[in-house]
Structures are given as C-alpha cells and as structure tokens.
C-alpha cells in the first residue's frame, strides 16, 4: 500500500501563487506516476498535471496554460504542484494520486487540500 499525505493548500488572492506539496510513504518503489486533480463545488473531479516518477516527463490539462509546474524530489518521495497566476476559478480540493506500473488508472489518493483564491 501507498499512502499520500497533501499538504500547502489556503486562502490566496488572485494573482498569486501557492506551492502544494504530496508525501508518499509505503510501498512506493512499484508507483509509475503521480498526478494531481482537483474538484470544485458542484464540478466533477478534473485532472490538472502528472510527472512519471522515475524520467520526470510531465503531462498537464489545457487549462494550466503554464501556470502550473508538477515537479518531484525522489529522494523525499514527494512531488509538488507549484501554482501561478491564480484564479478563482481555481479555488476547488486538489488531490494527489498514484499509480502503480500494473495500474491504467490511479489507484492511491490522498485526502486532498483546500485552495481557495478571492477576486
């Protein structure tokens, strides 16, 4: 099993920036990628970005417009979501997820955190 623990979400105005960070204990050595999602009030979960673990290639929604930078530090097991340009529309849960190299979905997810962005 792995376990994901987010952490840096908060209040920001629009315009500015947070850094999101997800810790990952247990069996990480079989994890293929990580990603982050996030969900609004009353939307359905969206995908926001995503690193392979192991090369460190990145992937992300058309939405992030490079606003949003995934990155990882292997050696902390953690990886990151730093965020720019912040909008209110951004304001949702962001989650963090794993998937194992046997998996074609993610298969571990963390409680998520709470960013909320004022106008």
């Known amino acids: 099993q792995v376990q994901l623990v987010e952490s840096g979400g908060g209040l920001v105005q629009a315009g500015g920036s947070l850094r999101l960070s997800c810790a990952a204990s247990?069996?990480?050595?079989?994890?293929?990628?990580m990603g982050w999602f996030r969900q609004a009030p009353g939307k359905e979960r969206e995908f926001v970005g995503a690193?392979?673990?192991?090369?460190?290639?990145?992937v992300y929604a058309d939405f992030v417009k490079g606003r949003f930078t995934v990155s990882r530090d292997s050696a902390k097991k953690t990886m990151y979501l730093q965020m720019n340009s912040l909008q209110p529309e951004d304001t949702a849960v962001y989650y963090c997820?794993?998937?194992?190299?046997?998996?074609?979905?993610?298969?571990?997810w963390g409680q998520g955190t709470q960013v909320t962005v004022s106008s």
């Open positions: 997820a794993g998937r194992d190299m046997s998996r074609h979905e993610y298969n571990y």
């Open positions: 690193i392979n673990w192991s090369g460190g290639s990145t």
């Open positions: 247990g069996r990480t050595f079989f994890i293929l990628d």
